[in-house]
C-alpha cells in the first residue's frame, strides 16, 4: 500500500515490482489516499506491506516512533517491533548526557534496528537548497524546514 500524488512514488513502483519480482515476490501496488492509507496502517494495522516516510528531529531519539509504548493503535510503532535491548538503549540515550556517550548509544540502537530491520529502508532525502547572495536570514538545515524562520528572511541590495 502507499499513497498518491507522489513522483516518488511513481518512480518507486516499477523499480519494487522489478527488484522484489526478480526474487520471485509479486508486488500488487494499492495506492489510495494519504489519510486514508495512515487510517490503515496506524489505526487499524490492516497492511502486508506499505510505502510511507517520516523523520526523526534533530535529537537522534528514535523512541517517538520504535518504543514499546508507541505499539499501539494510533501509535507510530505500526510495524510491533518491540525489542528488549531496543528499549534498554532508547532509555540510556534518553537519560545521558554527555553527548559522546549519547552517540555510542544510538550507534549501538542503529546497529541493532540494521540487524532486526523493523523496517526496510528505502531511501534517505538529501535537500539541496540554494540561496541568492541578495537573501539574508535563511538558515538550511538537514532537521528544521527552512520555512522555520521565514519571518527572518529578507532581501536585501547587493552592490
Known amino acids: 500500500m502507499t499513497y498518491t500524488g507522489s513522483k ?31 487510517e490503515k496502517v496506524y ?10 516516510a517520516w523523520s526523526l528531529s534533530i535529537d537522534p531519539d528514535p523512541s517517538g516512533i520504535f518504543s514499546k509504548a508507541q505499539d499501539v493503535p494510533g501509535g507510530n510503532n505500526s510495524v ?20 559522546e ?4 548509544i544510538y550507534k549501538q540502537w542503529n546497529k541493532l ?3 532486526e530491520l523493523p523496517y526496510l529502508f528505502l531511501s534517505y532525502n538529501k535537500d539541496n537548497v540554494a540561496v541568492s547572495c541578495r537573501v ?3 538558515n538550511p538545515s538537514p532537521y528544521i524546514d527552512w520555512t522555520y524562520d521565514i519571518q527572518n528572511v529578507e532581501i536585501v541590495d547587493v552592490k
Open 8 to 38: 516518488y512514488v511513481e518512480s518507486l513502483i516499477p523499480i519494487v515490482k522489478d527488484n522484489w519480482g526478480k526474487l520471485g515476490i509479486e508486488v500488487v501496488p494499492e495506492l489510495m489516499e494519504f489519510g486514508t492509507l495512515v
Open 43 to 52: 489505526d487499524k494495522r490492516e497492511f502486508e506491506m506499505y510505502n510511507m
Open 80 to 99: 510491533g517491533w518491540v525489542n528488549e535491548e531496543s528499549e534498554k538503549l532508547m532509555k540510556q540515550g534518553l537519560t545521558e548526557f554527555n553527548q
Open 101 to 104: 556517550k549519547r552517540k555510542e
Open 113 to 115: 534496528a540494521n540487524e
Open 136 to 138: 539574508k536570514g535563511v
